[in-house]
Nanobody, 129 residues
Framework: HVQLVESGGGSVQAGGSLRLSCASP????????MGWFRQAPGKDREGVAT??????????YYADSVKGRYTISKDNREKRLYLQMNNLKTEDTAMYYC?????????????????????RGRGTQVTVS
């Protein structure tokens, strides 16, 4: 079982910034495909950003709605995943989830599928007003 614990959510005004963090203290962290998903009330879960930086090379994905504003990164030594969110908009309001898969596959597709990430944290709420 892979434990994922998110932090860093909160309430900000439009135009502000937040940095989400996801701790996953397990040995295989550096080899995992990881990502951030979000779900707003009444909407489907959507992939925000994913990252894989293992043996198959570096791959990142950003949803069109966050390109240029969000940055995903991994610290393999600290075993943490981050999501820097700048210039936040009211439509960014959602529960944000850290997710992972033990193999790179889900990170190598054109658009990430939430159901393919078999590990997920409990989420952290982001509210932009």
């Amino acid at each position: 079982h892979v434990q994922l614990v998110e932090s860093g959510g909160g309430s900000v005004q439009a135009g502000g910034s937040l940095r989400l963090s996801c701790a996953s203290p397990e040995p295989a962290f550096s080899r995992r495909c990881m990502g951030w998903f979000r779900q707003a009330p009444g909407k489907d879960r959507e992939g925000v950003a994913t990252i894989y930086d293992g043996d198959l090379g570096g791959h990142t994905y950003y949803a069109d709605s966050v390109k240029g504003r969000y940055t995903i990164s991994k610290d393999n030594r600290e075993k943490r995943l981050y999501l820097q969110m700048n210039n936040l908009k009211t439509e960014d309001t959602a529960m944000y989830y850290c997710s992972a898969h033990q193999s790179p596959g889900p990170c190598l597709v054109p658009k990430p599928v939430p159901e393919l990430f078999n590990y997920r944290g409990r989420g952290t709420q982001v509210t932009v007003s």
